[in-house]
């Protein structure tokens, strides 16, 4: 990173009120963001102008990349069936060598690796469906092959790797050799200023000393991707990727942590001490380790989303079947209302899902190098807290049989459903790859950038006054035209007549309700000013209602591409169109909820109880 983007990112937001710990953690952030301006439909929906065309028509996977996806994920889940006992797993907390042997030849840890470095050079898309079959069926399995491909050593190789680094080492990660990713340390969550891991150049080599916390695939890689400090001039804490080799004489395995649930995940803390390591090894360039971090999991974070989705959809299988077998006063407890809506919003909730996985997918299929970061962002915000609500109803839903084990409900003659593991394997997911607090404050500082871009200067007061006064004109010129616009009752456009009539009266919701998102958040801008950031609470309802608009037009485009693609019968496309227009209806519910919070100031009455406490 050059001084330029630096200073850059000084002039967008006023750091000059924060201490040096807040001022370095929000430069180092700023300075690693994607520099390119995000245009995106999420983007678009943040602002008030949602790009439909963008989305419509809904991108479609080509009949020979969906053969080729159908043919792995055949040979997957025979494989799955034959070599994988979930409840074994769990019980043991191993993987067995076995299946690990049996994944490596299918092909199972190269699924995106290109041909010529040994994978099988699948699409995104196809990616994102086997992770829906992993994790419908056990979530040790999808962390493995997640934490190897989509934040392990083959994704950053692939974006960031020279010709030399990916000659080297994708090969071997697509024979099955496990990499791993290690950014956490004891101090260190998602303020890298904090990182003590440090790498001090020596010749031809860095020597690398520190220790990593959580290193999902840790205690069973080959190879580690390690974040480390490279301090430079004027840069004290300028951080670089190094690929790290385990067998390398200093690296240490000094703990393997255990968890509630994914009994199996091979996760531990990892000792660095004087570990030579190759200039050669640096990845993507010395000083840009975060720029490597931050990119890696923008376009592998789709990836827990589809493991999501594959849990409901399993969810949903197990719910459904028990809402018609299991009698309680004389009728099936799905004839019962208050299951019966629960079924319903698990349904529709999972729709949505699997809609937002294949739309983000195709755009990574269209360009491995898509400004996802938004899409990708929501997509795991949304489905993650969706999937636990759903994993919680299919509890609720099974009673006593969801808290009773699949071992104990074999053992007394049942059928061994396993929703308690399933329950303590998805806990998780909202802290999995950004909690849902970061998620929401990342969605919140892209959907802010470009009102930033026109009147960050204007508050910040550590420019000159004719640089602030210069600024202020220009957003007033500007605001003066759109906020006005912003209240008009547009629609949708002509994008709407691309979908089934019953549906187009849903995307110009989404449209009026984008114009009224960005009417709000414009106005929360101008009532708090530089304050606005440390209301974290409020931003969360704004990226909420922007999450719930860009997850209902995935949807409704989804929607129409089943109906028009395939030769769904007319009943089929009935029930269909009742789902996606009652998905709609919850939208309503939730987006109003979340306006309504809006205004109700609570806010700031928990920040004076919270300090109390």
């Known amino acids: 990173m050059n001084s330029t ?5 000084k002039t967008l937001i006023d750091t000059s009120r924060m201490n040096a710990g807040q001022r370095a953690a929000l430069e180092m952030a700023e300075a690693a963001r994607d520099e390119r301006r995000n245009t995106g439909l999420a983007a678009g929906i943040f ?16 009949v020979e990349d969906h053969d080729q996806g159908d043919a792995f994920l055949h040979r997957l889940e025979a494989v799955l069936d034959q070599f994988a006992d979930p409840d074994a797993i769990d019980a043991t907390g191993e993987i067995p060598d076995e299946l690990l042997n049996e994944l490596a030849k299918l092909g199972a840890f190269g699924i995106k690796i290109p041909v010529r470095y040994g994978g099988l050079g699948l699409s995104q898309t196809n990616y994102s469906r086997a992770a829906m079959l992993l994790g419908s069926r056990c979530g040790n399995l999808a962390a493995l092959l997640s934490a190897h ?18 000659a080297k080492y994708l090969p071997r990660c697509a024979r099955g050799e496990i990499s791993a990713f290690a950014l956490t340390e004891n101090d260190v969550g998602s303020d890298p200023a904090r990182m003590k891991t440090e790498a001090v150049l020596d010749g031809d080599d860095y020597i690398l000393n520190g220790e990593k916390l959580w290193c999902t695939n840790g ?107 299991r009698e309680q006063w004389g009728q099936p407890i799905g004839r019962h209302a208050a299951v019966a809506d629960k079924l319903s919003r698990m349904a529709a909730d999972t729709f949505a899902m699997e809609s937002v996985v294949r739309y983000v997918s195709a755009l990574v299929d269209k360009d491995k190098h898509a400004d996802v970061r938004l899409e990708a962002a929501i997509g795991k915000l949304w489905s993650s807290e969706k999937s636990w609500r759903i994993m919680d109803d299919t509890m609720q839903i099974r009673g006593g049989r969801g808290f009773e084990t699949a071992q104990s409900l074999k053992a007394r003659g049942e059928v061994p459903e396993p929703v308690e593991r399933l329950f303590r394997d998805s806990r998780i997911n ?3 790859e950004g909690s849902s607090e970061i998620m929401r404050l990342f969605i919140a500082r892209e959907a802010l950038e470009p009102h930033l871009r026109l009147g960050a200067e204007a508050v910040n ?21 759109w906020y006005p616009m912003k209240w008009l009752p547009f629609g949708s456009g002509d994008a709407k007549e691309l979908l089934h009539p019953d549906l187009q009266a849903d995307l110009d919701a989404v449209a009026r309700l984008s114009r009224k998102l960005a009417r709000d958040l414009f106005l929360a801008m101008a009532m708090n000013g530089p304050k606005l950031e440390k209301r974290q609470v409020l931003l969360g ?17 989804h929607a129409e591409s089943k109906i028009t693609d395939s030769s769904m019968p007319e009943a089929e496309i009935g029930k269909l169109v009742r789902l996606v227009k009652f998905f709609g209806k919850i939208t309503r519910e939730r987006i109003a909820a979340s306006f309504a919070k809006l205004h109700a100031g609570i806010d700031s009455e928990s920040w004076k109880v919270a300090q109390e406490l």
């Open 219 to 325: 205690t069973k890689a080959g190879m580690i991707v390690v974040m480390a400090k490279t301090p430079l001039p004027g840069k004290p804490h300028a951080t670089s990727a190094f690929i790290v080799e385990t067998s390398w004489p200093g690296v240490e395995i000094i703990h393997r942590c255990r968890f509630m649930g994914l009994k199996a995940l091979y996760n531990g803390v990892i000792r660095f001490e004087n570990v030579r390591v190759p200039v050669t090894n640096v990845l993507g360039g010395v000083g840009r380790g975060l720029k490597v971090a931050l990119t890696t999991l923008n376009t592998g974070r789709i990836t827990l989303p589809a493991a999501c989705t594959g849990l409901s959809q399993r969810c949903l299988d197990i719910s459904t079947r028990w809402a018609k077998s």
């Open 430 to 432: 909202t802290i999995f």
């Open 47 to 62: 602002f008030g102008d949602p790009d439909f065309d963008r989305l419509l028509p809904f991108p479609k996977q080509s």
């Open 149 to 166: 491909q989509s934040i392990g050593a083959p994704q950053p190789l692939i974006l960031f790797g020279t010709e030399e680094q990916k």
């Open 461 to 481: 007061s550590t420019l000159p006054w004719k640089v602030r006064a210069k600024a202020a004109m220009r957003a007033a010129r500007f605001y003066a035209t």
């Open 541 to 557: 309802h704004f990226v909420d209602v922007g999450a719930e608009l860009f997850v209902w037009s995935c949807a409704l485009a």
């Open 5 to 9: 983007t630096l200073e850059e990112a």
